[in-house]
Structure formats: structure tokens, C-alpha cells
């Protein structure tokens, strides 16, 4: 099978390849209409700059337009199409620190691209008469996506060679661009952490082969940093400020996942460089509010723990901004729980006050009711 | 053989239907739900143990629902649960977030989140719009409410062209007359 990389040299695309490039843009358009795609216009210059920067110079590849696109999605995963389109979940981009991070993510989907895996997982099928009956089988919107998306992009992994190639070349890419390749290593253990975090949601990026503790393995021998720590770049404050707004957009997908441990380690993150947002503040309590374990593990006096911090968390969020009122009403939701009847009306109350024409009026009525029903 | 017989003796122990009928203008009791409702006349109705389906044009088009979920249990899309000490408005917040993190279900948004009865109980009433896997709009509405040691959600999901209000006003009626028998 010989096929042979994108380079300086120009390629001739075989019928196969137009077809799975075809394909993929059909796959594309799918997405790009589900309302997932997280539309900021700074952060697509931010992303397709990387472009230019990491891809080889010279490159002939007429046929291949790359681009980023990033989608709502909490999860970690990334993933590119023959054609040279990228997507990047908010999952993995509020994990990452800093543009050396994001680099590695990108030089590891290009590479893909370059090396025209995709066409090469697609001839070493058995049967790819069968593979085209079943992607020819689709009726549009999102039942498509789930089961062409693994067909015609990277998302679900290719092979171990192919991936550990992928990280290799992505590799040197990152490398001859100039970025810390060091923060390649501390990227995957960004990862790693996070999965630990949130075990059973385990992201398509990390279901690729190989194991996510090889690949760490493979980049501390790459970069020859043994110890993360020894580092220089770590956070990095302009790229927090880009990203804020899409970090916390990732954090309420978070939430309502019920991803709360990412949610809490995330929070720790922000709230050290922005202490003074009256939106953490209230995100973080919120957390607190909500959070249960699964498996009632947890025992009481830790609940009364997680309610202390939620109103302390609150009153944060209206000391800093003294119209924040859902925190107000997420007070009195905390203090109803706890049985304190009196602090639990006057919130209540006050919030309403406050906002007599809330759509949610109902509901604060309900709340109401309930905290004067209690002994 | 001996599967055969299993299966025979699950569906007679079970006592609903295993196959689509026909709802008559007599009130329909699940007995292991424990609640009766008037089905809309001449919809066809799908139970067994823990839900009961009815359509008038399909499920895809129109489908009103009824279904218990265990609390504690797993759910289909978030990490979150039903806990039994929740409150109206926390339930409502779960099933919201359930719905939300739907990788299948596209341009989710919710509103008139309310809170109401139903049965006589405490109940939490929500409206959605969406857009289907296969990209048909669709609206709906939910209920959650706890009786005894058991959550139910209750629901009305129709496409959005023609079919939503058409048959709205078959829901109302089904949940005006829903009442729990135990």
C-alpha cells in the first residue's frame, strides 16, 4: 500500500480518497448545522493562526483546506477529516494552559491530515465494498453524524501505528514551529487527570491507541523532560483571557453533565487568576449546591460541607456584584435544603422583590411554599 | 423452549401489553405503574412495566408518554441522578440536564419551566423545542412529580409543523384526567 505523505511534492487524489473527502464534507455540513459549533470569531484566528505555523513549508496540497472549528462539547476530543477540516471540543481546549498545549493537540490532527491516514485506515480493510454500503445507508442530521463521523474523520482513532505516528510527526512539527515541546508532555497529563476525574465518560481521544500512558511515556523520551515540573511555561494568562468566556461556556456543559469534578478543579484554576468574577463565584456555587455522589459514598456531614462552601460561594458572587440575584436564589434553594427557614423566605423574598417580572416566578413561589411548610 | 416459557410467563406475570392496541373511551389502569388516565380515543397505546407509549400518527410525529425511573439509577446522558430528597424544581433541573446533554438531540431549549400538580401531587412542568437526529423540529412537554416511593415523568412530544398543535389538546385532557391509583 503505497501512499505516500502530503509534502512539497504534489499528490495525485486517488477516486477512493475524492469519495471519503466527499463524504466527510457531507459529515461536516451535518455538524455545522446541529448548533454544536461554538462561534467566536477571536478564537477561530486564534486557532487557524496555528495553521501556518505548524504545517511544513512548501506544502503542495491543493486539494486539503485546512481549518479549525471548535464545538460545544465537554468532553475531551478532537478529531480531522481527509480534507484537512479540524474540530476541537471547549472540553479540550479549557483543559489546555497555554498555545504550546493547543499546539500539540494541532500537529497531532495535521498530521493526520499529511499522512493521509485516513485514506490508509480505509484501504487496509478487508471488505470496503461493505464499509461504502453502510456509510451509503445515513438519512442526515446527527443519526448520521454519530455513525459517519467515526467512518470518514479521526474521532474514534486509527490504528496504534498510526496514532503513535501521529504523535511522533506531530512531534516534530511542534518542534521546527519552536513551541515548548515540553508541554506536550504536561498536555497529556492534563489529560490523564482529567480522565482519572471522570471515569466512565471515557473520551474518544483517549480511547485511540495507544494508551494514554504510553503516549505520555512517548513524549517524556521525545522532548527528554522526565519531571513536568521542571517546566518554565504553565499557565499562561493571555491565553486564560482569550479563552475565558469559552472556558466558562464549557463549565455549564460541565455541570449539567454532571461533570463535577472538572467543574471543581476547573473553577480552582480560574478562580485563582480571576478572583474577583462575580460568575465563578456563583458557577462555584452552584457546583456545591448540586453535586451528590453517584454512589452515596459521601457521607452527611460532607453534604453540610459542600452546602457551606455553596453559600459561601454565593454571597462571593453578591459581595462582588450586588445584583446578582440567581445567586440570592441559589441561596435560598441551599438554606430551604438545610431546613433554615427564616434565612431561606428572606432570600426568597428578596428575590423576588427584586425580580417581580422573573420568568422562573413560579418556581421561586413553589420554593416559598415549600420554606413555610417547614417546622 | 425453556426461554420460550420465561418469556410467556415475564409477559402474563407482567399483565400489559406487549403488542400495540387500540385505547377505548373506558379509563386505562397500568397496574404496575398504579396510576389510570383517559387514553385519547382511537390512539394506539404501547406498555409494559415501566412505560406506556400512545400515538396517533407514529411515535417520530406524536407520542405522549408515561414512564417511572428509579431513583438513583443511571441516565442516558448526564452523570446526574434522581435522588429521593430532591425538590420539585431539583428534579425538573436533572431532567432538564439529562435532556441537555443529549448528543443526539440538537437546538435543545427549554422554557416555561413551572412548577404545578398533578395526580395531586407536586409536579414540575417544562416545554422544549428541538431538532431530531434526522433533523425534524419538534416540540414537547414534560412532567415529573414523586408519589409514593416512585418518580414519574410524563411527557407529550409531537413534530413542530402541524402535528404539536393538533394534538396538544389530546395531552391536556390525558393529563387532566391522570390520577394515581394507589
Given at each position: 500500500m503505497n501512499v505516500p505523505n502530503l509534502g512539497t511534492q504534489s499528490v495525485v487524489i486517488q477516486d477512493d480518497e475524492r469519495r471519503l473527502m466527499n463524504r466527510a464534507k457531507e459529515v461536516r455540513e451535518a455538524i455545522d448545522q446541529s448548533g454544536w459549533i461554538y462561534d467566536d470569531q477571536a478564537i477561530s484566528v486564534y486557532l487557524n493562526a496555528f495553521i501556518p505555523k505548524l504545517l511544513p513549508q512548501g506544502l503542495k496540497a491543493d486539494e486539503v483546506d485546512f481549518v479549525i472549528k471548535v464545538i460545544k462539547d465537554p468532553a475531551l476530543n478532537a478529531f480531522s477529516f481527509p480534507d484537512g477540516q479540524i474540530y476541537v471540543t471547549t472540553g479540550i481546549l479549557a483543559v489546555a494552559e497555554n498555545e504550546s498545549q493547543i499546539a500539540t493537540l494541532l500537529a497531532h490532527e495535521l498530521t493526520h491530515v499529511l499522512h493521509r491516514h485516513g485514506l490508509k485506515s480505509f484501504r487496509s480493510l478487508k471488505n470496503t465494498t461493505a464499509w461504502w454500503e453502510s456509510v451509503g445507508l445515513f438519512t442526515g442530521g446527527l443519526g448520521m453524524i454519530v455513525s459517519e463521523l467515526a467512518k470518514v474523520s479521526s474521532v474514534s482513532g486509527f490504528s496504534q501505528g498510526l496514532e503513535t505516528e501521529a504523535d511522533e510527526a506531530g512531534f516534530e512539527l511542534l518542534k521546527k514551529a519552536g513551541f515548548d515541546t515540553a508541554q506536550s508532555v504536561k498536555f497529556f497529563e492534563l489529560m490523564d487527570h482529567y480522565y482519572k476525574d471522570e471515569k466512565g465518560t471515557e473520551p474518544y481521544f483517549f480511547s485511540s491507541h495507544p494508551k494514554l500512558v504510553e503516549r505520555i511515556k512517548n513524549f517524556k523520551r521525545l522532548s527528554?523532560?522526565?519531571?513536568?515540573?521542571?517546566?518554565?511555561?504553565?499557565?499562561?494568562l493571555h491565553y486564560q483571557e482569550l479563552f475565558h468566556e469559552l472556558i466558562v461556556e464549557n463549565l455549564k456543559l460541565c455541570l449539567s453533565s454532571g461533570m463535577y469534578k472538572t467543574v471543581e478543579n476547573q473553577l480552582s484554576r480560574l478562580m485563582k487568576v480571576y478572583p474577583q468574577d462575580a460568575h465563578l463565584a456563583f458557577l462555584k456555587g452552584e457546583l456545591y449546591r448540586e453535586r451528590h455522589d453517584p454512589q452515596e459514598k459521601r457521607k452527611d456531614r460532607d453534604k453540610d460541607k459542600d452546602y457551606a462552601v455553596s453559600l459561601e460561594s454565593y454571597d462571593l458572587a453578591l459581595s462582588l456584584n450586588n445584583d446578582y440575584d440567581e445567586a440570592e436564589l441559589g441561596k435560598g434553594r441551599v438554606l430551604l435544603i438545610q431546613g433554615k427557614k427564616d434565612e431561606a423566605l428572606r432570600c426568597l423574598n428578596q428575590y423576588l422583590q427584586k425580580?417581580?417580572?422573573?420568568?422562573n416566578k413560579n418556581l421561586v413561589e413553589y420554593l416559598l411554599k415549600k420554606a413555610k411548610s417547614q417546622p | 423452549m425453556r426461554k420460550i416459557i420465561f418469556i410467556f410467563l415475564v409477559v402474563m406475570l407482567s399483565g400489559c401489553e406487549t403488542t400495540w392496541k387500540k385505547a377505548e373511551l373506558q379509563g386505562f389502569t397500568h397496574p404496575k405503574m398504579k396510576f389510570t388516565a383517559q387514553l385519547p380515543v382511537n390512539w394506539m397505546y404501547f406498555s409494559n412495566p415501566k412505560m406506556i407509549d400512545i400515538t396517533k400518527d407514529g411515535e417520530l410525529l406524536n407520542d405522549i408518554f408515561v414512564e417511572t425511573v428509579g431513583f438513583n439509577t443511571e441516565l442516558s446522558a448526564t452523570k446526574k441522578r434522581y435522588k429521593p430528597n430532591m425538590l420539585m424544581d431539583e428534579l425538573a433541573e436533572v431532567d432538564i440536564d439529562n435532556l441537555r446533554s443529549n448528543a443526539s438531540i440538537q437546538h435543545f431549549d427549554v422554557f416555561n419551566n413551572q412548577m404545578t400538580t398533578l395526580g395531586g401531587e407536586d409536579a414540575y412542568r417544562f416545554e422544549i423545542r428541538y431538532q431530531t437526529s434526522d433533523g425534524l423540529k419538534k416540540k414537547g412537554i414534560v412532567y415529573g412529580t414523586k408519589h409514593h416511593d416512585r418518580f414519574y415523568r410524563i411527557g407529550y412530544m409531537a413534530a413542530e409543523q402541524y402535528y404539536y398543535d393538533l394534538h396538544r389538546k389530546s395531552f391536556e385532557k390525558f393529563i387532566q384526567s391522570f390520577q394515581f391509583s394507589d
Open positions: 527528554g523532560v522526565q519531571d513536568v515540573s521542571e517546566t518554565s511555561e504553565t499557565i499562561d425580580k417581580s417580572s422573573a420568568d | -
